[in-house]
Structure formats: C-alpha cells, structure tokens
C-alpha cells in the first residue's frame, strides 16, 4: 500500500516539515511505501503552484491519504482531498473527528 502525507504547510515554521517527517516515519515503519511532500519539494521558498502541481502529479499511484491535523485549515491539503476522494483513494485522519 502507498499513502499521501496531506497537511497544513504555509504559515507553519519550516513549512510543517517536522510534521510531515514524522508521519512519514510513522508509516514507514509499518511498512507502507510514502509519498511525502516535504520530500517532493524540499525548498522552503518554492512557488505553491508548482508545488501543488508535483504533489497532486505524485499522488496518482497512492491507495491511501493521511490528513496531518488542522489540514482543514490548508488550502493545499483540501485540495489534495478532493482530488484523493475523486481517485477512490481511502482518507485517513490523524485525529478522529466527533460530531
């Protein structure tokens, strides 16, 4: 199984790196292969548009999304939802939501 780290980037220090990483380790060592947007674009000062674009590019054989916390906040991370949901891809939260 593949899975897409999705999160909050832009007004976070490091662009949420560390967050990002960490989710990335996390699902490495339960051995599902990730797709981590921190390791797509790595320069802090690259432009959002050509980011999206390589991350949404690099989602295309993903089976699964992980949605960091506060992704609702992102309008990169809504964006990569959507576009997981269109591709049958199952959406994981790293916090439950209650209702």
């Known amino acids: 199984m ?3 780290i999705s999160g909050p980037m832009s007004g976070y220090e490091g662009l949420n790196f ?3 990483n ?3 380790d996390y699902w490495r060592g ?3 292969e990730v797709v981590n ?3 797509v674009n790595p320069d802090l000062n690259a432009d959002w548009v050509e ?3 390589a991350d949404i590019v ?3 054989d993903c089976t699964h999304i992980f949605m960091l916390d506060n992704w609702e906040q992102s309008y990169g ?3 990569e939802k959507l576009v997981a949901e269109k591709m049958n891809m199952q959406v994981i939260f790293q916090t439950p939501k209650v209702t």
């Open 37 to 39: 947007p921190a390791e």
């Open 2 to 4: 593949k899975i897409y």
């Open 51 to 53: 980011c999206i674009v």
């Open 30 to 32: 339960k051995g599902w």
């Open 22 to 24: 960490d989710a990335a």
């Open 58 to 60: 690099a989602m295309r």
């Open 18 to 20: 560390d967050a990002f």
């Open 77 to 79: 991370a809504a964006i």
